[in-house]
């Protein structure tokens, strides 16, 4: 088992604080959900993690090893916010740059992947090119895995579908998984944190989430 921990983050941009007293683990065979005002720091964490912003301070681990950058030797991927595949390139090409090994079987089986594989990206929308970048940030061969927003123009039969393969490919990897479809982000965690006034909260019931005013109480 592998334990992925990031500490004492300090983040501020142009003076403003963004996170101050972050704390969050993930541990390989579980998904954390994140959650979040917009604004409140969750994509920059998950940068943070993978390695693409660099913050004041910051305390990055898996087991006993100190890392500088997640992404380095493929420990960590992660799935940003917005399109990360590039245009012109056949999904098939993609797939098999991202896709492990030991995964292929499984992932080119998949009814998208076989549909959509002869088609260069920009053929494809919006919708399903999320859909196939996810998959194939699943599939890569990282042990822990970022999603930021994977629900985000997904319907919710597709994302019900998502949820069970997210959970699957968690039983052999940690996965820390951000999004507004909260509900969506409780059903497939193991457990959920909260970031409020840029610090990690544990949350343990939806009174937690009115609590660090995520929800309004009426939800
Ligand atoms: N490159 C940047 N320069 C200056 N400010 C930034 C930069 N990136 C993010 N911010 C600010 O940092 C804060 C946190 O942004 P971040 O994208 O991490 O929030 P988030 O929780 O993911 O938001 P959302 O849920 O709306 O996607 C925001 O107030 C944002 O305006």
């Not at 992404?71 to 990360?84: D, E, F, G, I, S």
Request: a neutral charge; aromatic letters at 10%; hydrophobic letters at 35%.
């Amino acid at each position: 088992m592998f334990k992925l921990t990031v500490d004492s983050v300090e983040l501020e941009f142009n003076g403003r604080k963004i996170l101050q007293d972050i704390y969050l683990d993930c541990s390989t065979g579980e998904v954390v959900g994140l959650l979040g005002r917009n604004g409140s720091g969750k994509s920059s964490l998950l940068k943070i993690i993978f390695g693409v912003l660099t913050p004041t301070h910051k305390y990055l681990s898996i087991n006993e090893d100190v890392l500088d950058k997640g992404y380095h030797k493929n420990r960590v991927a992660y799935l940003p916010q917005h399109n990360y595949l590039p245009k012109g390139i056949p999904v098939s090409s993609l797939a098999k740059m991202l896709v492990a090994t030991e995964y292929w079987n499984e992932f080119s089986n998949l009814e998208i992947y076989k549909i959509h594989h002869r088609k260069k990206t920009e053929q494809l929308s919006g919708g399903e090119l999320r859909q196939l970048g996810m998959l194939m940030i699943l599939y890569s061969r990282s042990y822990f895995i970022l999603l930021d927003e994977p629900f985000t123009h997904v319907t919710p039969i597709q994302a019900d579908y998502f949820k069970g393969i997210i959970n699957t490919v968690a039983k052999n990897k940690g996965i820390i998984v951000t999004d507004h479809q909260y509900r969506n982000i409780m059903d497939v965690s193991d457990r959920l944190i909260v970031i409020a006034d840029g610090c990690t909260k544990p949350i343990t019931s939806t009174e937690d989430l009115v609590t660090y005013n995520y929800l309004s109480g009426n939800n």
